[in-house]
């Protein structure tokens, strides 16, 4: 994991230095923020903001996202708050909501585990909810519940997944010791 990093930051070393890097995954990251909060009010109006604002409240007061190594669960919980912002009430994204939960899952994981791997399944499950309420034909409370089961479920197999891919290929490439001999 670290070393995929550090080779994805130092191909970036060599077109940008630290303060422009960091100031590139900070546009990302606020690109992303403004969208999802525009879409959010569009859909749900301002009192659809109050779990997502003080998501990243509490997230901000870690003070974990401005840092590049582990502000990648901000990335992730952002990019998935969008496609559920975008899609969420699509009859596609109902048709494949679990392995999108899935692919959220195996990227939590892969790039920031165990940094705040719930805040990457709990806001786009809770504005899956929301938006669940304002379509025309909701769900029953069962069937939400079974979705939102399923849709955990899955995330988890993609992180657990994800772990176990991990563990395999540094056993093949490092080898049992640990010290790559």
Same mark, same amino acid.
């Given at each position: 994991?670290?070393m !995929?990093c550090? @080779?994805?930051?130092?191909i970036?070393?060599t077109? =940008?230095? $630290?303060? +422009?890097?960091r100031?590139?995954?900070?546009m990302i990251?606020? %690109?992303l923020?403004?969208y999802?909060?525009?879409?959010?009010?569009?859909?749900?109006g301002w009192r659809g903001?109050?779990?997502f604002g003080l998501? =990243?409240?509490?997230?901000?007061? =870690?003070?974990?996202t401005?840092?590049?190594?582990?502000?990648?669960?901000?990335? #992730?919980?952002l990019l $998935?708050m $969008?496609?559920?912002? %975008?899609?969420?009430?699509?009859?596609?994204?109902r048709?494949y909501?679990?392995?999108?939960?899935?692919?959220?899952?195996? =990227?939590?994981f892969?790039?920031g585990p165990l940094?705040?791997?719930?805040l %990457?399944?709990?806001?786009?499950?809770?504005? +899956?909810i929301?938006l669940? +309420?304002?379509?025309? $034909?909701?769900?029953?409370e069962r069937? !939400?519940?079974?979705?939102?089961?399923?849709g @955990?479920?899955?995330?988890?197999?993609g992180?657990v997944?994800?772990?176990? #891919?991990? @563990?395999?290929?540094? +056993? !093949?490439f490092?080898?049992? %010791?640990?010290?790559?001999?």
């Amino acid at each position: 994991y670290w070393m !995929l990093c550090v @080779g994805f930051l130092r191909i970036l070393f060599t077109f =940008l230095n $630290a303060g +422009e890097l960091r100031f590139l995954f900070w546009m990302i990251v606020a %690109t992303l923020f403004l969208y999802v909060v525009y879409k959010i009010t569009v859909l749900l109006g301002w009192r659809g903001l109050v779990p997502f604002g003080l998501a =990243l409240l509490m997230r901000s007061l =870690l003070l974990q996202t401005a840092s590049i190594s582990t502000g990648s669960d901000v990335l #992730i919980f952002l990019l $998935a708050m $969008a496609v559920v912002a %975008t899609y969420g009430q699509s009859s596609w994204f109902r048709k494949y909501r679990c392995l999108f939960y899935l692919a959220v899952g195996s =990227l939590s994981f892969a790039l920031g585990p165990l940094v705040a791997p719930l805040l %990457t399944i709990a806001m786009p499950m809770i504005l +899956e909810i929301s938006l669940n +309420e304002k379509r025309e $034909a909701p769900e029953s409370e069962r069937q !939400l519940f079974i979705s939102a089961l399923a849709g @955990g479920l899955f995330w988890l197999a993609g992180y657990v997944g994800s772990m176990m #891919i991990k @563990g395999v290929l540094s +056993e !093949l490439f490092v080898g049992s %010791t640990g010290d790559g001999q």
